[in-house]
Nanobody, 126 residues
Framework: VQLQASGGGLVQAGGSLRLSCAASGRTFSNYNMGWFRQAPGKEREFVAAIRWNAGSTVYADSVKGRFTISRDNAKTRVYLQMNSLKLEDTAIYYC????????????????????WGQGTQVTVSS
């Protein structure tokens, strides 16, 4: 699977952004999808994930209630709607794909993902 993330940019605190990740190369609907982020000087961390059939989602506590992950299997895209952005949301955001046969909690862990996009920068200013 080839993944291309887009939609990042500069936004003021409290604002919103919608990230998009376009997938190609394999059957998109066979994959669970996740978003991770990495801030300067920090390790990559889990943000959100969605099951292959969009049946369930999971979020990091730090974004729960502010971010929403969704997917459109017909368009082979996964989205991350980010609202009420905070300074600490500044990071490079990566989308990733993991095979179907995983329990939801496993999708929090980056080593279960097989494919990664190139990342898109999100910068939140005060």
């Amino acid at each position: 699977v080839q993944l291309q993330a887009s939609g990042g940019g500069l936004v003021q605190a409290g604002g919103s952004l919608r990230l998009s990740c376009a997938a190609s190369g394999r059957t998109f609907s066979n994959y669970n999808m996740g978003w991770f982020r990495q801030a300067p000087g920090k390790e990559r961390e889990f943000v959100a994930a969605i099951r292959w059939n969009a049946g369930s989602t999971v979020y990091a506590d730090s974004v729960k209630g502010r971010f929403t992950i969704s997917r459109d299997n017909a368009k082979t895209r996964v989205y991350l709607q980010m609202n009420s952005l905070k300074l600490e949301d500044t990071a490079i955001y990566y989308c990733a794909a993991a095979t179907q046969g995983l329990i939801l909690s496993s999708l929090r862990q980056s080593h279960y993902y097989d494919y990664w996009g190139q990342g898109t920068q999100v910068t939140v200013s005060s």
